[in-house]
């Protein structure tokens, strides 16, 4: 789509600032599973931990990855940007699908939250808050640094 070439800055910059926003979020909600694991079921704390949950991934998390996988995709469309046989882009793109897998789990714990039947344990929260930065970084080393 060479209509997209002109415009090939501003989708790249929009791109950039929809990840910053849909990563914001995804570090973020595990750390307030991990706080939310040590409130009494039905306390009005949890309940309030309810509300930020859902705010977090409806209002932030959830428009951001849409937006990121938009513009990325956009990106993809425009003539030349990507080299189909390039090393780094599978990888890159292998990592944001994990991603996205890691967003349906975290979409999946807040219901458990919601629905008072989370079984896991904080330290399993701890752990799991982990998963989006490792992700981060490889992308951003495959993006920017195409190492092959
Ligand atoms: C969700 C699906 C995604 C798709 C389809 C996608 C696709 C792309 C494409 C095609 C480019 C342009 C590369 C170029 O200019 O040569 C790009 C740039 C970039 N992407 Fe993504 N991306 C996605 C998600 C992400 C995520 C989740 C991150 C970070 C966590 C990310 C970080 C970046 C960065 C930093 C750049 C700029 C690279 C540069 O300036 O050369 N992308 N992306």
């Known amino acids: 789509m060479t209509i997209l070439l002109p415009l ?19 570090f973020y909600l595990p750390r307030l599973y991990v706080y939310h694991c040590g409130l009494r079921r039905g306390s009005a704390e949890s309940e309030r931990f309810k509300v930020m949950e859902r705010r977090l991934l409806k209002q932030i998390i959830n428009p ?9 995709l956009l990106l993809v469309a425009t003539p030349g940007v990507i080299d189909w046989h390039a090393g780094w882009w599978h990888v ?18 807040r219901r458990d939250f919601l629905e008072d039947r989370n079984t896991r344990s904080e330290r399993f929260y701890r752990i799991a808050n982990e998963v989006p930065t490792l992700l981060l970084i490889v992308i951003v080393f495959m993006v920017i640094a195409r190492p092959f």
């Open 8 to 26: 090939y800055p501003w989708i790249k910059s929009l791109h950039i600032i929809s990840m910053v926003a849909w990563m914001a979020g995804m």
């Open 64 to 72: 951001a990855m849409m937006s990121t996988w938009t513009f990325g």
């Open 92 to 109: 890159k793109l292998l990592a944001v699908i994990l991603m996205s897998g890691f967003h349906g789990a975290l979409s999946k714990w």
